[in-house]
């Protein structure tokens, strides 16, 4: 069976995807709460599907090689890496961003995703394929935080998938529709929700685009 690893997949959009592909793979599921990945575990073996689950933080290096090691002694490959792990820092004026807030929308949505491309490039080879999710708020008001890394990291993306056009890996980014997630809660607290797609139709709707 092919493998999958999905980052961020405790809960949301990478929780629903981790379920949507479960049918056809082995699911790695990497994030760091402990109690969402038992829960998505749960859901896969309830529908038949096999999952190993990887409690682990992708701002560490360290822990992001032992994964990419285990991944290789396991299974020698890996067949698709979806990732949705993201950090969504706090809304706020560009000239009143907080330095913390600043430093961790860095580690996790630009530095940690170079340093997956890395470990994980080799895994994933020619016939690989990864998957990023855009979501173009740069140059929002009041989106510094989040807008400017996640440009920052689909830029990344799209400089890998340039460079691998003729020998792999295979580089998406696509463009979920608005859902109902608890990262656009926060960002627009006052938005009627029934009007969102769920994670669920997101996950299903794209799914065709992700498999190829």
Known sequence: ???????????????ALALALAPTHHVI????????????????????GQATLAPMD???PEAMRQLARS???????????VHTAIHAGPLAPAGHLMAKDLDKSIAINLR?????IGVL????????????FDDPRGGEKFFGHYGSTKAAQIALAQSWQAEGERIGP???ILQPRPMSTATRGR?????????????????????PSILG
């Not at 940690?112 to 997956?116: C, E, V």
């Not at 490039?121 to 990023?132: H, T």
């Open 121 to 132: 490039s080799p895994l994933l080879g020619e016939s690989g394929r990864a998957v990023f």
């Open 112 to 116: 940690a995703t170079a340093d997956l």
């Open 58 to 60: 992708i701002t560490v």
């Open 29 to 48: 599921a990497v994030a760091r709460t402990v109690g969402g990945l038992e829960e998505l575990d749960d859901r896969i073996q309830a529908q038949g």
């Open 1 to 15: 069976m092919p493998t999958a690893l999905v980052t961020g997949a405790s809960r949301g959009f990478g929780h």
């Open 170 to 172: 295979r580089v998406l």
């Open 187 to 207: 960002f627009f607290p006052g938005e009627d929700r029934a009007a969102l797609a769920t994670p669920t139709e997101e996950a299903q709707r794209l799914l």
């Open 71 to 81: 991944i290789y002694d396991r299974w020698n490959r890996l067949d698709l890496w």
